[in-house]
């Protein structure tokens, strides 16, 4: 097996999926300055996720709204002046 094929700070890391509380624990470089305690006991160092395969549509097979950043609103409140009718204006014509 060659030597040095892996990065120095190649350890146990536990992600966790933020929006279904669910984590796993597995080897990886990405960097943390978080830590949690694992099942076993031991302390690993924790990177956080907003979705993953287990709250991602494609693999649950269900559909989840998430929006933790409030994209949603920053888009309705953005493009309000555009709208085909007022909030004062129903829509309908007479």
Same mark, same amino acid.
């Given at each position: ?11 146990? !890391? !536990? ?21 949690? !305690?694992?099942? &076993? ?10 979705? #993953? ?12 709204? !998430? ?21 004062? &204006?129903?829509?309908?014509? #007479?």
């Amino acid at each position: 097996m060659k030597k040095d094929t892996h990065p120095s700070n190649y350890r146990f !890391v !536990v992600f966790k999926d933020f929006s279904s509380d669910d984590a796993f624990l597995t080897r990886s470089c990405a960097p943390s300055k978080d830590t949690i !305690v694992w099942e &076993d006991g031991k302390e690993y160092p924790l990177v956080k996720l907003e979705i #993953s395969s287990y709250s991602h549509p494609f693999y649950t097979g269900k559909m989840k709204f !998430v929006d933790t950043a409030g994209r949603i609103d920053k888009f309705n409140k953005k493009f309000a002046k555009f709208s085909k009718f007022s909030k004062t &204006d129903s829509g309908s014509e #007479s």
